[in-house]
């Protein structure tokens, strides 16, 4: 990338994130750029808290639902590629109180492409105050399925829910375990963590449900929040450097450092359409930029994944880029609000000003 598109790129996204904080969106914003090879922009702006401390390259952010992917998804996929668990087996073989439910014959693989059934848990009341609490409701409670597995897709959290109960009975091993075992120390992310976390430099987000409150190192989501961490679906805190890394190792089609970190072939599985029977396109956990489109100048080939607190993360091995993402949305925000039109911008803007020079 030459250094006239390097400062086009950085002076139109600058200028956006700028405009998302007067728009009200956001009060303060990361954004990341690069390919393979280098992290070409990385720009911090606005505040992180309400005391006016300003955003730093280097600030934590609740990143909502990109646990999923960074976290959930690939230590399964990992555990996968040691031989220690198969994507055809189902949750009832792992969770002997579902042994024989319509829950338990689930395979874990309708999990991570959200073909299992589950309906999404906002439908249910919250009042969940502990980790036991919430398995306990999900394993004895009357939980409707809506369908049988892999006939209709249906974004639930609860996916995840139930795969992280998979994962710790699997291994006999906490969920922040595993993500350290299997993501953090090998991909070195010393940034990267499931919450609560205790530090300074913290993006706040506001949670609505309880008066407003606004959190600084506490899990946003409810089901994370409730069990400490424990949630599969939500619940890391990253900077935008650390996420970086993540990106580029599967640019890399796995590898990280002189190391691989999962194989080529996981890693052309994991964004690949799982379901093309359902009307729907959806990889491995991974959402595909041709069911959920990063913006209009990406490839169908991008695959990515959105956060509830203003979060993104997308990959095109295509045009051999990523962009991150990282706002506090969800602290000035109706969270009812979208932010997807400005999510869309700022990923074009990144790849527009890419696509003139490699096509100059």
Known sequence: MTDTTSFHRTTALRSRLESGIDQGLFDGAVVVVGSTNSVDTHLATGQRNLAGDPVTPDTKFDVASLTKVVATTTITLRLVEAGELTLSSTVGSHIDELHDTQRGAIPLRSLLTHTSGLPPYKAFPFGWESKSAVLESLFDSPLSVLSEPNEWYVYSDLNFVFLAEVLRRVTGESLATLFE??????????????????????????????????L??????????????????????????NLATVARMLLSRG??????????????????????SIDASQGLGWKLGRGDTPGTAWSPDAFGHT???????????????????LTNHA???????????????????????????NDS
Do not use: C
């Open 181 to 214: 075992t299997y993501v953090t120390d090998p991909l070195g992310l010393t940034d990267t963590a499931i919450g609560p976390i205790q530090s300074e430099n913290v993006a706040a987000t506001r949670d609505r449900r309880w008066a407003d409150r606004v």
């Open 216 to 241: 600084e190192g506490e899990i946003h989501d409810y089901l994370g929040r409730a069990m400490d961490g424990e949630s599969g679906n939500a619940g890391i805190f990253s900077t935008g450097r």
């Open 255 to 276: 590898v990280h450092g002189e190391g691989r970190f999962l194989s080529s072939a996981m890693v052309d599985r994991l964004r690949t359409d799982a379901i093309g």
């Open 307 to 325: 956060g509830f607190t203003g979060t993104s993360m997308w990959i095109d091995p295509d045009r051999d880029q990523f962009v991150v993402l």
């Open 331 to 357: 602290l000035t925000m109706d969270p009812d609000g979208s932010l997807e039109p400005f999510r869309q911008q700022v990923h074009d803007i990144a790849a527009a000003t890419t696509k003139r020079a």
